[in-house]
RNA sequence: GGCCCCUUGGUGUAACCGGUUAACACGUCGCCCUUUCAAGGCGAAGAGUACGGGUUCGAGUCCCGUAGGGGUCACCA
C-alpha cells in the first residue's frame, strides 16, 4: 500500500478559492532575530502579492520567557522594515485576541474536545520520572518518547487524580496509522512514520499550551492559509498535522524556510555575531537594504536583479522560487546594498538622515544651513556607505582642521610649499565672490603657472591645509563648500602651524 | 543515536521540460577614469556542480548508494 494513497493527510489546494492568510508569529523575546525579519517579509510579500492579509501573532505562551517592552519592541521593529500587518496587538482585527496568552480558554476549548474524543488524555508524570525516563532511552539508543503510562490509568484513578488537585499535562495521543505526508511548498512532500510522532504536551500544567497546540488551533481559527516558517519547524510538523486530522480541520499549506546560518553552517545565533535587527538599526544599515539582503538569503528574482526595493520584491516573490539550503549570512554583501540603497535616497531624503546624525552629534548645537548640507552631500555621496559617515569622513565641513595627516604631510608638504601656500591663499583672497568651484580652480591654475609649479604642487597640501586628510571629495569642490574666508583662514595657519623636519 | 532536510567558485544565487567553453552579484586582484579617496567602466583569478556508480547520443539537472553538513527529538518557541 503506497502511503500516497492516504491524500487526506496532504495539505492540498483546496484554499484556492479562499483569500490567502498569513501570519507572523514570533514570541516576544526581546528583539527581531533577523531569521524572523525575513520570515516576516516572506509572509508579508506573499500576502501583498497574493492580495492577502498579513496577520501578527504574539505566540507568548511560556511565562519563563516573558520579556518587558518586548512586543512593543517587536512592533516598531516590523514598523521600521516596513511590514504593516493587516491584523494584530493594536491594531486589531477580526481574528483577535492576537496574544497567545488572552486565548487559553479557546486552547482548553479544544484539550476537552480531543480528550472527549480519546485523541488526548492526562498525564501526572512527574518531571523527574519523565527525564529518567528519557536517559533510559537515550542509553538503549531508542528514541526518547513517552511511554503513554498515563494511559494505562483507570478513569477512576483520573477523576481522582484532578479531583485531587494534582498537577497535571494534557498529552496527544498518537495512535497508530498510516503515514502522515506533508506537502511542503519548498520541500515537496515529506512523509513521517507515524510511531516516530511523541505524545507531544498539550497543555502545560500551568494550564498554558504548548506551541503545538496553540498555533494549530490559531492558525485554523484566524483562518491561516499558508503556514510560512522557518526549517526548524519542520520536524514537528507532523504532530500538527495530526491535530488538524484530530480535530478535523483542513490543513493549510505550509512552506518551511531555509536558515540563516553561521559562517560554520549551524544556525545564525547570537554567540556568533549580532541576530538582532535592531542592532543592525543602530548601525546605520536602511531597512530597505536589509530587507533587499535578507530577501535575498534563499530567493531571487531569477533574472539576476540583485538590487531591488519591497514592490519589486512584492511582484516578484513566489514561494516556489525559494530556495532549499541554508544560506550563510554575509555582511560584504549587506554592506554593499547598504551604500547602493542610500547613494539612490534624493539629496533631500539624505538631508532627513543626516540631520538625525547631527542632531546625535556633538554638532547638535550647530546651525547648519540645508543648502549647505546638501553641498556636503552631493560632494560626499559616492565617498559614504552609511548616514554617520558624513561626519566621520568628512568631519572638516563640522569643524576647524585641529590636525594634519602625517603621511599626507610628509608626501606632500615640501620646503617650498609654504610659499606656495601663502601666494595661493592670497590670490583666493583677492576673489571677488567667487560662484562656484570652477572660480577657485581657474585662480589655483592660474596661480600655479605665476609660479612655475605644476597644479598638483597646490592641489595636494591644499587640500590637507584645508582639510587635515589626504582624501576626500575634489578639491575644488572642497573650496567652493567650504568658502573664501575659511580656505584662506585654514590655508594660513596650516602655513604657520606644519613644521617640516 | 532515531527521524527529517540539505549539498553549484570564499559568500549569495542562476542554468526552461536533460542539449554550447556552468552565468550573475558580493568579495579579492589588476587596468582605465580621476593630479586625492571613492563611485563608475573594463578585465582577471576562482567551481566542472560533495563523492561513487547507473540510465542516456548527451547529466548540475533523472535513478541508486556513500560521505559530509544542518535541523529536531522540552511542561521553549
Keep these: ?21 498569513v501570519r507572523f508569529a514570533p514570541s516576544p523575546t526581546g528583539y527581531l ?88 488524555y492526562y498525564a501526572f508524570d512527574t518531571p523527574e520520572r519523565l527525564q529518567q525516563l528519557r536517559e533510559e ?39 497508530p496509522g498510516p503515514k502522515v505526508i506533508i506537502d511542503d511548498i519548498v520541500r515537496g512532500k515529506v512523509e513521517f512514520d507515524r510511531d516516530v510522532i511523541d505524545d507531544q504536551i498539550l497543555i502545560k500544567s500551568d494550564g498554558f499550551p504548548t506551541y503545538h497546540l496553540a498555533n494549530v488551533v490559531d492558525d485554523h481559527l484566524m483562518g491561516v492559509t499558508h503556514v510560512i516558517r522557518g526549517e526548524e519547524w519542520l520536524s ?125 552629534s556633538k554638532y547638535n548645537n550647530d546651525e547648519l544651513s540645508d543648502d549647505y548640507l546638501k553641498l556636503i552631500i552631493e560632494a560626499m555621496r559616492e565617498r559614504v556607505s552609511f548616514a554617520f559617515e558624513y561626519l566621520q569622513k568628512s568631519p572638516y565641513f563640522f569643524e576647524e582642521v585641529s590636525s594634519y595627516d602625517e603621511d599626507v604631510i610628509k608626501k606632500r608638504w615640501k620646503a617650498e610649499t609654504p610659499d606656495h601656500m601663502s601666494a595661493l591663499a592670497d590670490a583666493f583672497e583677492k576673489m571677488d565672490n567667487p560662484g562656484d568651484k570652477h572660480d577657485y580652480e581657474s585662480v589655483l591654475r592660474a ?9 598638483g604642487k597646490l592641489i595636494h597640501p591644499v587640500r590637507v591645509a584645508t582639510s587635515g586628510m589626504g582624501t576626500g571629495p575634489g578639491v575644488f569642490d572642497l573650496l567652493y563648500i567650504l568658502g573664501k574666508e575659511k580656505v584662506v583662514e585654514r590655508i594660513r595657519k596650516a602655513v604657520d602651524s606644519i613644521k617640516i623636519g
Excluded at 483507570?154 to 494534557?170: D, F, M, Q, R, T
Excluded at 560554520?264 to 538582532?276: F, P
Aim: aromatic share 12%; charged share 25%.
Design 33 to 120: 532575530h533577523v531569521g524572523g525579519l525575513r520570515t516576516a517579509l516572506y509572509n508579508y510579500a506573499f500576502a501583498k502579492a497574493n492580495n492577502g492579509k498579513f496577520i501578527l501573532r504574539i505566540e507568548d505562551t511560556d511565562q519563563n520567557r516573558y520579556v518587558e517592552g518586548a512586543v512593543e519592541n517587536l512592533i516598531n521593529t516590523l514598523g521600521w522594515a516596513g511590514l504593516q500587518y493587516d491584523e494584530g496587538p493594536e491594531k486589531g482585527g477580526d481574528f483577535g485576541p492576537y496574544f497567545q496568552s488572552e486565548r487559553l480558554d479557546i486552547y482548553k476549548r479544544y484539550a476537552d474536545e480531543l480528550i472527549a474524543k480519546g485523541k488526548a
Design 236 to 360: 514537528s510538523t507532523h504532530k500538527h498535522v495530526l491535530l488538524y486530522e484530530y480535530l478535523g480541520w483542513d490543513l493549510p499549506r505550509f512552506a518551511h524556510l531555509p536558515l540563516l546560518l553561521n559562517s560554520d553552517r549551524s544556525k545564525l545565533s547570537k554567540r556568533q555575531g549580532d541576530v538582532a535587527v535592531e542592532s543592525y538599526r543602530e548601525k546605520g544599515y536602511l531597512p530597505e537594504a536589509l530587507n533587499n539582503f535578507v530577501a535575498l538569503l534563499g530567493w531571487s528574482f531569477g533574472d539576476n536583479t540583485e538590487f531591488f526595493n519591497m514592490q519589486q520584491f512584492i511582484d516578484s516573490f513566489t514561494l516556489e522560487k525559494v530556495h532549499k539550503a541554508g544560506a550563510i549570512f554575509n555582511i560584504e554583501k549587506l554592506n554593499w546594498l547598504s551604500a547602493e540603497h542610500l547613494r539612490s535616497r534624493s539629496a533631500d531624503e539624505i538631508l532627513i538622515l543626516l540631520r538625525e546624525e547631527i542632531e546625535k
Design 1 to 21: 500500500m503506497s502511503p500516497y494513497s492516504f491524500d487526506i493527510f496532504e495539505s492540498g489546494s483546496f484554499m484556492s478559492n479562499t483569500d490567502v492568510r
Design 447 to 455: 596661480t600655479a603657472e605665476s609660479l612655475g609649479v605644476g597644479a
Design 137 to 175: 532511552q537515550m542509553e538503549k539508543k531508542l528514541q526518547p518518547k513517552y511511554d503513554k503510562f498515563a494511559l494505562s490509568l483507570s478513569k477512576e484513578e483520573v477523576h481522582a487524580k484532578l479531583e485531587a488537585g494534582e498537577p497535571h499535562v494534557v498529552r496527544l495521543n498518537v495512535e
